[in-house]
């Protein structure tokens, strides 16, 4: 995969701006190479009639959409904020409600699909957080305050069974009974 394209990549899914420092370090690649690229894109994505434009601010970029569809994507979001929740987000947001702080990768580990797209929907709805974990150099996913306005609750100890679903030992416990199950539903080698 080219660096142009682990760039867009990372730059597409983030919801917040990257330095090049990050990006390098993410896409693995030399610093100067990486700025290089990104100039090379900024000058890409910044062309009249393109939906998706490059900001930059100093070391840090975002894409953003143009600002000519901003009533556009208004509607949409609105119609995104207000809608219902899908079952999908729905189980993204118990888990992370139940295991929060959570990181992408054992979200996705516990759900069994990619969930960045669900992650930034929940963001935009002011349901999630995202929180950089300075300990373990990683992004971790959280509740925000407004979802527990919206429950009505003060805390996550009062979510239903807390105590249990918030163990270790019962996510142990079903993530074995997922490995099991993908084992038995595995097809059977030949004899």
Request: with cysteine; proline share 4%.
């Amino acid at each position: 995969m080219s660096l142009k394209s682990k760039i867009e990549s990372l730059l597409f899914i983030t919801t917040r701006p990257l330095s090049v420092n990050k990006i390098a370090e993410l896409v693995e690649g030399d610093k100067a190479e990486v700025k290089a690229e990104l100039e090379k894109l900024f000058e890409e994505y910044n062309q009249p009639g393109k939906g998706v434009n490059l900001q930059k601010i100093d070391t840090e970029f975002q894409m953003v959409t143009n600002v000519d569809n901003s009533q556009m994507i208004a509607e949409f979001l609105k119609e995104e904020i207000t809608g219902e929740l899908t079952p999908a987000s729905l189980e993204t947001l118990t888990v992370i409600a139940y295991r929060g702080p959570i990181t992408r990768a054992e979200l996705e580990l516990i759900r069994g699909v990619n969930c960045s797209i669900i992650l930034r929907n929940l963001m935009i709805r002011g349901l999630i957080e995202e929180v950089e974990d300075k300990k373990n150099m990683v992004e971790t996913y959280q509740i925000t305050f407004d979802f527990l306005k919206h429950l009505g609750i003060t805390e996550p100890a009062q979510l239903p069974e807390y105590e249990h679903l918030n163990s270790s030992e019962a996510l142990e416990q079903l993530l074995k009974q997922k490995q099991t199950a993908q084992i038995n539903n595995e097809p059977k080698a030949e004899e």
